[in-house]
């Protein structure tokens, strides 16, 4: 059974930089696509960015010049840097596996249950 | 830049069927999968690959794929399945992801 749980520090100031890691157990982190996704409150989901083959990363273009998604094969964890947050990016963020055979087909079918995150001065 | 168009809400008495659009240009050309989320949980995948559901997922849960609309269609509507609901599809133009606005399910 793939778990998914995210982990890091919650509140922040803006201009800090949001990090969070997301341990995965079940499954080969270097089998799948990991992601990112939030959801700013009572909003949509919004999908941040993925990881596959340990290294090769796409990001969402509107977060691109903010974000890095990295991978420590090692300890089986996927993280999450997001640069100089402001309150809009005030949000449950989640780890989720992406599956596809290919990435116009990928779909998440395993999401951690969500990290909190709040940008406050 | 693409597009995914949903219904802010449906409503629906239980027992009766649901019908939750997601519009897009000619997204019958792209695949679509759906997501429920309840309050305070995480989504969870019901339908993929316009049609196919995951193992757990209820036969009840289907989905269609014609033109510019895609549809989750829940039959038999129980209390449980109020929740919002999501679809999504991959942009091959600006090579991201993309979800729906999001459609909450209210069950009379």
């Known amino acids: 059974q793939v778990q998914l749980r995210e982990s890091g520090p919650r509140l922040l100031k803006p201009s800090e930089t949001l990090s969070l890691t997301c341990t995965v157990s079940?499954?080969?982190?270097?089998?799948?696509?990991w992601s990112w996704i939030r959801q700013a409150p009572g909003k949509g989901l919004e999908w941040i960015g993925y990881?596959?083959?340990?290294?090769?990363?796409n990001y969402n273009p509107s977060l691109r010049s903010r974000v890095t998604i990295s991978v420590d094969t090692t300890k089986s964890q996927v993280s999450l840097n997001l640069t100089s947050v402001t309150a809009a990016d005030t949000a449950v963020y989640f780890c989720?596996?992406?599956?596809?055979?290919?990435?116009?087909?990928?779909?998440?079918?395993?999401w951690g249950q969500g990290a909190r995150a709040t940008v406050s001065s | 830049s693409y597009v995914l168009t949903q219904p802010p809400s449906v409503s629906v008495a239980p027992g009766n069927t649901a019908s939750i659009t997601c519009g897009g240009d000619?997204?019958?050309?792209?695949?679509v999968h759906w997501y429920q989320q309840k309050p305070g949980q995480a989504p969870v995948l019901v339908i993929y690959?316009?049609?196919d559901r995951p193992s757990g997922i209820p036969e009840r849960i289907s989905g269609s794929n014609f033109g510019n609309t895609a549809t989750l269609t829940i039959s038999r509507v129980e209390v449980g399945d109020e929740a919002d609901y999501y679809c999504?599809?991959?942009?091959?133009?600006?090579?991201?992801?993309?979800f729906g606005g999001g459609t909450k399910l209210i069950v009379l």
């Open positions: 989720a596996r992406a599956y596809g055979i290919a990435v116009a087909g990928l779909r998440f079918d395993n």
């Open positions: 990881i596959y083959d340990s290294g090769t990363t």
């Open positions: 079940g499954a080969s982190i270097k089998t799948f696509y």
């Open positions: 690959y316009d049609t």
């Open positions: 999504q599809v991959w942009d091959s133009s600006s090579e991201s992801v993309l």
């Open positions: 000619n997204i019958a050309s792209k695949s």
